[in-house]
């Protein structure tokens, strides 16, 4: 086949008059647009629509489709982004009718089954936390970083305490310090020590009186769980601020620990990357928020609770830092997430966190004496590998391997982060991985490590894009068909 034809726009490939089905003249006595309606309101100019057979927009759609990386076709072993299956039966069940159709404007009464679903969706969340009180609102985790920070300083607007600042260990997601910064925080940045930990001198020289947050992630985004947590979390208690937990790696802990049992008062959920919810690409996410009980007045209202009328939305919140997003949340990744807790249960949570944490460790077995891996003895759910001595020695570069990798049907690790690693690679294989996938990714590697430095510098070599300009891609996105 032509790859042009397949490759063009709608707009490129259409042709005049061509049509999906064409129907019989009605039979009944109709009136056009143009009797209908004041001219007024009629455009001059013909809609510019392409006109195209259905078969050809069917394979027009099926092969943009196949031209990008997606859990459905590929292996996609991106670190801290937990890309596992995402169950089709979930997209049956969101599909029925009673939850698919449900319109948020709805009087609360027509919707007590949606509302009593999300009322069991913040309890299962409250609960995983050991947590309290749960705001399904966030759009996605760095939303809930956000939400919660503005909890916090309500918070202690409310008792009256001015604390600027929040720290942030070195290894952290860029969102966390962004949060912070536009929640009107200074940010402290808490250096790593040589184990991947945070360094325990430096945190306590910077702890305060004007310390409102600490930010953690934990396991951390090197793969490792800081067991100085307690520890941590007590000395922040103890000098009057609170502790939040960036709750991307859940998918290591599950049903194991909880974080408020380890000392966080507050922390976000991915729920497009713990519980399965379909995402890249920007979208769609789910990041609610869970707290402690003395931080409840300040979520984000509405909250759903249970009266004896039913369910409602509880709008009677004084203190609430107000809206954070539009009616109930993402509803269609949170039902996803709640198919999810429901179908396994708290003994099938705990069995994804351990499998999760097998794969990742069965993986770094078969990569550690190939490949440089900083603190790589053992790991929770995922690893960080590093391509430095490749790179002095061979000039290869993480980015190199990474672009190598698509050439072989294999979406790249996270590269160049956490920031503590140099040349790093952070990989994450997650729970739904087979063995045979895994070991024909670590034999993959393994070959791509030992290829010629030339040939990767140019990598991809099989696909319609190869190197783009990452950074114009961001910044100036061409959304829109233009001639
Ligand atoms: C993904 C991630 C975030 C941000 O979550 P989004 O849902 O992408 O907004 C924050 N911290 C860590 C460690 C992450 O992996």
Redesign the pocket.
Known sequence: MDKSQSTGLLFEISHKGRRCHLLPDCDVPTKTSAELLDKKYLSNDPTHLPEMAEIDIVRHFVNLSTKNMAIDCNFYPLG??TMKYNPKRHERLGALSGLAHVHPLQDDQTCQGMLEILWEMQNYLAEIAGLDGVSLQPA??????LTALLVAAAYFRDKKEKRTKVLIPDS??G??PASAAIAGFDTITIKSNARGRVDMDDLISKIDSQTAVFMI?NPN?LGLFDEQIVQITDLIHKAGGLVYL?G??MNAILGITRPGDFGADMM?Y?V??TFTGP?GAGGP?S?PIAVRKQLIPFLPAPLIIKTNEGFKLDYDRPKSIGRVRSFFGNVGILLRGYFYIRTLGPDGLKQVSQNAVLNANYLLSLLKDSFDVPHGDRCMHEFVASARTLRRDKKISAMDIGKRLLDFGYHAPTVYFPLVVSEAMMMEPTETESKETLDHFAQTLIKIRDEDAEFLHGAPHTLDISRPDEVKAAKEPMLRWKK
């Open positions: 801290s982004c996605a985790g760095a939303q809930g970083e952290a997601h969102t966390n992630t985004t960036d991307a790696n976000h991915n497009h990357k995402h996410g990041g």
